[in-house]
């Protein structure tokens, strides 16, 4: 397992930025692929970002194509989602995750737990 907490979410007006941030634990970091998702109220979980063990793949929801930015940083056991021109349909819980790889974070086959999430509130 590969134990996570985020953080960086809050409250930002339509069009702003911010950056979220996942913390790792444990030795077998680099060998995971890593995924964001997010759930909005009343809806289910979805896939909004995703990048392979050593960061030089990544993929994108259609949705947020162009506006997020996935990235790691393996030395530091730490995964970031960079959102930028950020609307009101964004807000949700966000939650980072870590799978076996790119396309299993995808298909939303995890390894290991959910974490808390980070809220992330767009105001229009």
């Known amino acids: 397992q590969v134990p996570l907490v985020e953080s960086g979410g809050g409250l930002v007006q339509a069009g702003g930025s911010l950056r979220l941030s996942c913390a790792a634990s444990g030795r077998t970091f680099s060998s995971y692929a890593m995924g964001w998702f997010r759930q909005a109220p009343g809806k289910g979980r979805e896939f909004v970002a995703a990048i392979n063990w050593s960061g030089g793949s990544t993929y994108y929801a259609d949705s947020v194509k162009g506006r997020f930015t996935i990235s790691r940083d393996n030395a530091k056991n730490m995964v970031y989602l960079q959102m930028t021109s950020l609307k009101s349909e964004d807000t949700a819980v966000y939650y980072c995750?870590?799978?076996?790889?790119?396309?299993?974070?995808?298909?939303?086959?995890?390894?290991?737990?959910w974490g808390q999430g980070t809220q992330v509130t767009v105001s229009s």
């Open positions: 995750a870590a799978g076996r790889d790119s396309l299993a974070i995808r298909n939303m086959f995890i390894i290991g737990s």
